[in-house]
């Protein structure tokens, strides 16, 4: 079965302390792998999207990691403003219309 | 600014009564699609369109029906509400529904059922 697994559910880090957070996926075969933002009573902010094992992409602070197993979105130097809900989906080849989302890990960042 | 309009923000509602959530986008984008947001169970779709007239079922589509009559529109009705519909909903759309498509997101409508 498709599944996306995210970790930590929550993370707590100060400002300037550098952390990744892991999304672990289980699927036949992968289009794609994206990496949204969400903050609070707002829609899901798309950052990334990742096909194949090896490849990277950065923004600012995010840097984000594929494996054939799992992706990580590295934050380096965090600031307050990073603080958000950080999702993880992942579309199958099986199914055109399916995105498979993770829970997400809810980051705050301490000044 | 270019997006996804998505109304009302929030609702509450009585079990039985029906409701339509609406949503339009100005993107021109061919695919639309609605989602629930449900703590600890992630974003679920519940059904899609990849073009005016066209309409499918997602993951969980019971007690839900939608239309799309146009590229810009696309409501979802919940035609005799009950507690389990309690969720918030997302609508999102993307250019195509294909290869690894982009999904961009509305604010978001905060439904309550009583």
């Known amino acids: 079965e498709d599944q996306v697994t995210q970790s930590p559910e929550a993370l707590r880090l100060q400002e300037g302390e550098s952390s990744s957070l892991n999304c672990s996926y289980t699927?036949?075969?992968?289009?794609?792998l994206f990496w949204y933002r969400q903050d609070p009573g707002k829609g899901p902010e798309f950052l990334f999207t990742?096909?194949?094992a090896g490849e990277e992409k950065e923004k600012e602070r995010l840097k984000a990691t594929l494996t054939k197993k799992e992706s990580f979105l590295h934050i380096t130097a965090p600031k307050p403003e990073d603080s958000a809900t950080y999702l993880c989906?992942?579309?199958?080849?099986?199914?055109?219309?399916?995105?498979?989302f993770g829970t997400g890990t809810r980051l705050k960042v301490l000044a | 600014t270019a997006g996804i309009t998505q109304a009302p923000t929030s609702q509450i509602l009585a079990a039985g009564r029906s409701m339509t959530l609406r949503c339009t986008q100005d993107?021109?984008?061919?695919?639309m699609y609605w989602y629930r947001q449900d703590l600890g169970l992630g974003l679920r779709l519940i059904h899609y369109?990849?073009?005016?007239?066209?309409?499918g079922k997602g993951e969980v589509p019971d007690g839900y029906s939608v239309s799309r009559a146009n590229t810009d529109d696309f409501p979802l009705t919940l035609a005799s509400a009950v507690p389990s519909q309690t969720s918030v909903y997302f609508c999102?759309?993307?250019?195509?529904?294909?290869?690894?498509?982009?999904?961009?997101f509305g604010a978001g409508s905060r439904l309550t059922v009583l």
């Open positions: 990742l096909y194949s």
């Open positions: 993107m021109r984008h061919n695919a």
């Open positions: 999102a759309s993307s250019v195509e529904a294909t290869w690894a498509n982009v999904l961009t």
């Open positions: 699927v036949s075969g992968l289009r794609g």
């Open positions: 989906a992942v579309q199958p080849t099986s199914g055109t219309y399916k995105y498979i």
């Open positions: 369109s990849n073009t005016a007239g066209t309409t």
